[in-house]
């Protein structure tokens, strides 16, 4: 069973940086994509960065310039580094996985953990 755990959540302020952290377990995390999700207040859940296992990275067009996605295969972990935060930032952050980064906006294979709270005062 696929098991992800975030991390590194916090209440900041507009223009400020955060890195989140997600653990996994129960897969091959070297050959799986990973990938970092927000959840506005009322809002559906949207994929906001992925990385493939050879590393290439994608975006979302609210975040392009000021997140960077990375992994350490060594220690199962992918970060979400978290630049020019503004307060549309705010919600719960969760990581999944999938064999492809094609696959990790709608085919996502792992549990949904608690994911991790961001919030952005302005």
């Known amino acids: 069973q696929v098991q992800l755990v975030e991390s590194g959540g916090d209440l900041v302020q507009a223009g400020g940086s955060l890195t989140l952290s997600c653990v996994a377990s129960g897969i091959i995390f070297s050959s799986f994509a990973m990938g970092w999700y927000h959840q506005a207040p009322g809002q559906q859940r949207e994929m906001v960065a992925g990385?493939?296992?050879?590393?290439?990275?994608r975006y979302g067009d609210s975040v392009k310039g000021r997140f960077t996605i990375s992994r350490d295969n060594a220690n199962r972990v992918a970060y979400l580094q978290m630049n020019r935060l503004k307060p549309d930032d705010t919600g719960v952050y969760y990581c999944?996985?999938?064999?492809?980064?094609?696959?990790?906006?709608?085919?996502?294979?792992?549990?949904w953990g608690q994911g991790t709270q961001v919030t952005v005062s302005s």
């Open positions: 999944n996985t999938a064999e492809y980064l094609a696959d990790l906006e709608g085919r996502p294979v792992g549990s």
């Open positions: 990385i493939s296992s050879g590393g290439i990275t």
